[in-house]
């Protein structure tokens, strides 16, 4: 007895359906790669308020600098040179920064558009439709009312094929983005690390100088100095011993793209990157808490 | 060693030199110290600072040209990702209009039927 065209078409269906899911066997799930592409947002998108913060530090380092100096250096000519020479250099290094902020909002694209492509949420809407288009036929051409798959209903069949297929389908679209860019990605992600090490280190460096001026005042020359310390001595020594918030912040940052990265290689070992993507998860969520702190105005 | 770990030595030791000509220790000794012999130590302190300036830049613009390198990959990746998404979108529509067109077939075949 000669099939249905639409029976046939099902079945047609069942085997590719097979098929696709044996080839996406060995591939991570989207939903890990939808948790990475979420975190890599957050930390891209923590880049530019750390910038903003590692050049008002650097600003205030050369200031702290050039205030010293100027105690001691009379000429105006030499410190007109100075300063001139001074904000050459940081105007230079703000160029490089907007560089590298556009370059951070490329590769929040990625993360994003990533993420869109592992996003299964829609699916199941997906589902409901293919199942209407069964529902329809059936109504239609009162023969295939009743039909079934094994001991399932076909439209009920259909119903949660259909996301499945595209489920399938995300999955080898993303081993394939995976494949041909996981040289271009690692790459990437091995860059923005070494960025944000050499953020964290001019930071640093920078805070521990203001910090350690702040000290001097405060702490030191009163209490190496003939005369009365100040009431509040003690206090003001407790709060030059405690890392500033700024300096917190950024080395969570170096520390969460380092997570990205180590996540990143799990997820193109194909075995899944459920670990990395918790331990990314902490450091990304401590970056993120930390420069929300930053962008409050300081008491 | 590399240049870059040169500089990188380099940068280390400028960084400390100018932690020790601001600490209160070399204040202190600055205090006993000639007026022409305190200005010496502030053109080395800005010589000092400048040269971190630089080579801080350097290390920073280094890393960048590279980031700037791989942009058109990134670029790419992105432009991949999108045809995928644009693939699963088009099936959404596809089924969407699909159960709309037989929708309307199933009216006219009842329609049919009671004729």
Known sequence: ?299 | MTAAEIREATLEQLLETRRIMLSTRWKLKLRKATKKESEEDGMTLLQVQHAILELQNKKLADIRDKLVANEKALGEGIDSLKKSLKTIENIRVAVAAIGQFLQIVGRVVKLLVRA
């Open chain 1, 1 to 299: 007895m000669q099939q249905p065209f639409a029976m046939n078409a099902l079945r047609r269906s069942l085997l590719l359906l097979s098929l696709t899911l044996l080839a996406a066997c060995g591939t991570a799930p989207p939903s890990q790669f939808a948790d990475f592409a979420k975190l890599g947002t957050a930390l891209t998108d923590s880049t530019p308020p750390l910038l903003d913060a590692a050049f008002a530090e650097a600003v205030a380092a050369d200031s702290l600098v050039l205030t010293d100096v100027r105690e001691r250096v009379e000429d105006p000519d030499t410190r007109l040179t100075a300063l001139e020479e001074h904000d050459k250099l940081l105007s230079d290094r703000l160029g490089i920064y907007s560089d590298l902020t556009r370059h951070s909002q490329l590769l929040r694209s990625y993360f994003v558009t990533l993420g869109m492509l592992a996003d299964t949420s829609g699916d199941s809407g997906l589902g409901d439709g293919a199942k209407g288009i069964v529902d329809q036929l059936q109504a239609i051409n009162p023969k295939l009312a009743g039909a079934s798959l094994g001991d399932v209903d076909v439209a009920s069949f259909v119903k949660a094929a259909a996301p499945a297929a595209i489920g399938v389908f995300r999955s080898i679209a993303l081993q394939r983005e995976l494949e041909a860019r996981a040289k271009t990605i690692a790459g990437e992600l091995d860059l923005q690390q070494a960025t944000l090490a050499a953020i964290a280190a001019q930071m640093r460096a920078d805070v521990l100088l203001k910090l350690q001026k702040e000290r001097q005042d405060r702490v030191e020359l009163p209490f190496v100095d003939p005369g009365t310390l100040p009431a509040d001595w003690p206090d003001r020594r407790l709060k030059g011993l405690r890392p500033p918030i700024t300096l917190q912040a950024v080395d969570a940052a170096a520390r969460a793209s380092d997570s990205l990265r180590i996540s990143f290689i799990a997820l193109t070992e194909g075995g899944g990157a459920g670990g990395s993507l918790a331990q990314l998860l902490q450091d990304v969520s401590t970056v993120v808490t930390l420069v929300e702190a930053l962008k409050k105005p300081a008491p």
